[in-house]
């Protein structure tokens, strides 16, 4: 049997239930949806469709296909539903990486595990949505993606917590100051204009905090915190 081929579908809008909390943006934002089966596929368009201001640009089967559309259309978000295998996941993100395309990556995954919760997130993931997720969840992930914050729904939290051990820290009162703000989804250029620093010293500050905290990124930076409860 040949295999579906993800198709790109028309613009809907319905303002019904879901109102995510949108950046201050003119432009809708942009989705494309990843899912082997039809089914699924057809499911997250209908409720991703439904929130307001957002816009499924395409619905496709494979990573593969996403990798071409992605060259030849803008989007700010792109979803992998729970049918997309994790190695592919993995392989998305890090075709991403290597291009250094901004996209916000969303994964949905069905008995998501400590260890490949972390993997997903030190690659480069946004957004971790598991089974038990709502709607509500799913238009916040896509929201915060765009933005390239981070966004957990609360058993993923939970999962992602299981593997990463607690550790003593001894950050100095600004390190503390600048990952405040980190939580907050600041950016550098933010962080150092509201503690009146350069750039680069806000980078500085960040390097010493993720080998503080052992970790590699802005994401895994803000899950400990959260974690700890800093």
């Known amino acids: 049997m040949a295999q579906q081929v993800g198709t790109l579908i028309p613009y809907t809008m319905n303002n019904d239930r879901i109102v995510p909390s949108l950046p201050p943006r003119e432009e809708t934002l942009q989705v494309i949806l990843v899912d082997v089966h039809k089914l699924m596929r057809l499911a997250l368009q209908r409720v991703v469709t439904s929130f307001p201001s957002i816009h499924v640009t395409a619905s496709l089967t494979t990573i593969h296909e996403a990798l071409v559309v992605i060259d030849k259309m803008a989007a700010h978000t792109i979803v992998l539903g729970p049918s997309v295998p ?12 290597e291009r250094r395309t901004p996209f916000g990556i969303v994964v949905i995954q ?3 595990h400590p ?14 949505l598991d089974e038990s997720a709502s709607e509500q969840d799913l238009a916040n992930a896509i929201v915060e993606a765009s933005k390239g914050n981070t966004f957990l729904s609360r058993c993923a939290r939970g999962i992602l917590a299981v593997s990463m051990s607690r550790a003593s820290i001894h950050l100095t009162e600004r390190e503390m100051q600048v990952l405040s ?11 150092a204009h509201a503690l009146g620093l350069k750039e680069k010293t806000v980078e500085k ?7 503080k905290l052992n ?11 959260q974690k700890l409860h800093l």
């Not at 260890?115 to 971790?128: F, N, Q, W, Y």
């Not at 980190?182 to 250029?189: A, E, K, Q, T």
């Not at 970790?215 to 915190?225: D, F």
Request: proline share 0%; aromatic share 6%; hydrophobic share 45%.
């Open 86 to 97: 994790i190695s592919d996941c993995l392989n998305l993100l890090k075709s991403l990486s």
């Open 110 to 112: 069905q008995c998501l």
């Open 115 to 128: 260890e490949t919760a972390l993997t997903l997130v030190k690659k480069g993931a946004h957004a971790l």
């Open 181 to 191: 703000l980190l939580g907050y989804g600041s950016s550098n250029f933010r962080i």
């Open 205 to 211: 500050y960040l390097t010493s905090i993720y080998d």
């Open 215 to 225: 970790v590699n990124s802005r994401a895994e930076a803000i899950l400990c915190m």
